[in-house]
């Protein structure tokens, strides 16, 4: 994959290795996002979501490693740079939201001085400068008061928030892009839509490309541009956000819509919801075929036995074999 992209992710590839076999949470995922664009990556718990996003900003715990493929952000590889290179990258020019607040803020410092001095790291700027970018952030992220609120500390701020200020902190290095790990999530859900078009509007603003990793199909309709949903560590459909609501081609895909209440109107309003039968598989016991075919309605012989590449379908690209002997 060639392209002019801001975040280029090629076949990306994670391993753990255990003593009963290797797991591969992440499985040859590729896509990329534009500047100013939001992708949102979406699938239940043990999809690769967050492990995607771990391995894109150089944060997987170990012993899990990248295994193959490549990330490039603005044309210049990534995924093998050494710790002290991705230091330099994150937060200076890839900025992360993630659910809980006060794992991103330091519960003994005051909300200014931690804004400030990571200003004062990424931006190269002195400390009075460095104050008064921080005081603008806290308004850019509709903090009330926000001069008398420098001096709080995250304990002294509501769960909602703390969350503004997490976001003012990934931005405040004027990012090109932000990787937000279910950054709602915790949050009750007016606060949710909140924050959310919060985030969107200053991405937006500022043409910072985002990575939204939910769970939620709702809050993929509310927040995004594009969707990469993922099915066991392995990318089932891509495509423009409202296309795949209201027309998903992948029945996993199909599945995630029909599971939501009614995303902002976009698909049939009539709320009948469907839970989706059966468990994603558990990385050791991953069938064979497609990942997907124990719990697929649609499931044929072939499904049970060869692995579904992904292939353009009308304006989304999916990993599935229904509909693709037309293609041939
Ligand atoms: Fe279902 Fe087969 Fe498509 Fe997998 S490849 S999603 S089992 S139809």
Do not use: W
């Amino acid at each position: 994959m060639t392209t002019n992209a801001l975040l280029e992710v090629n076949n990306l590839t994670v391993e753990i290795p255990t003593r009963r076999g290797t797991l591969i949470p992440v499985n040859e995922v590729s896509f990329n996002i534009d500047r100013g664009e939001i992708v949102g990556v979406v699938g239940e718990s043990g999809a690769g979501k967050s492990i995607t996003g771990s391995a894109i900003i150089g944060l997987l715990d170990p012993p899990a490693r990248i295994a193959g493929g490549s990330v490039t952000l603005q044309g210049k590889l990534i995924s093998d740079m050494n710790e002290n290179q991705l230091r330099d990258i994150r937060g200076k020019r890839i900025g992360t939201v993630f659910q809980d607040p006060l794992t991103s803020l330091d519960p003994l410092m005051s909300i200014g001085n931690q804004l400030s001095e990571t200003a004062m790291a990424h931006l190269n700027i002195g400390r009075d400068q460095a104050r008064e970018k921080a005081l603008q952030a806290l308004i850019d992220v509709g903090i009330p008061a926000a001069e008398s609120r420098l001096d709080a500390y995250p304990h002294e701020f509501s769960g909602g928030m703390r969350q503004r200020v997490v976001i003012a902190l990934a931005l405040i290095g004027d990012p090109e892009l932000i990787i937000a790990d279910e950054p709602t999530t915790a949050l009750d859900v007016s606060v949710q839509a909140q924050v959310l078009m919060l985030l969107k509007r200053l991405c937006k603003e500022r043409n910072t490309g985002v990575m939204l990793i939910t769970h939620d199909m709702g809050v993929i309709a509310e927040t995004t541009d594009r969707v990469v949903v993922l099915y066991a560590g392995r990318v089932a459909e891509i495509g423009d956000t409202r296309q795949v609501l209201t027309a998903a081609i992948h029945p996993y895909t199909q599945g995630l819509v029909g599971a939501t209440p009614n995303p902002t109107n976009l698909a049939n309003s009539q709320e009948r919801l469907n839970q989706i039968p059966g468990t994603m598989p558990g990385l050791l016991s991953m069938p064979a075929g497609c990942p997907f075919h124990p719990r697929c309605s649609e499931v044929m012989e072939v499904c049970k036995t060869t692995l579904p590449t992904l292939s353009q379908r009308e304006n989304s690209t999916i990993a599935c074999h229904l509909g693709a002997e037309a293609k041939t």
